[in-house]
């Protein structure tokens, strides 16, 4: 058997594996953060909806998507805003 094998069944050389869980406070501190002119709403299941109220009318612009993916999407957003036109 070679040394790479992982047969040790503790937990102290487990690597953490795939992406972490967002917390609802870590997505709302990244929207604040980015400035974006909207209402972000995060469900128990830690998936993230944008949406725009004006006067009486809510639109949702974006979501719901799962926080991870709304992270890698406002990212982008942010970084693409300034060589984007309304």
Not at 78 to 83: K, Q
């Amino acid at each position: 058997m070679s040394d790479n094998a992982n047969t040790d069944t503790g937990t102290e050389n487990q690597a953490q594996r795939g992406q972490t869980k967002k917390t609802a406070e870590e997505l709302h501190e990244a929207f604040e953060a980015a400035g974006v002119d909207g209402l972000l709403e995060v469900d128990a299941k830690g998936r993230c909806t944008v949406r725009r109220i004006d006067g009486k009318k809510i639109t949702t612009v974006y979501g719901p998507k799962a926080g991870n993916t709304f992270l890698r999407a406002l990212e982008g957003a942010v970084s693409m805003g300034p060589y984007l036109s309304a």
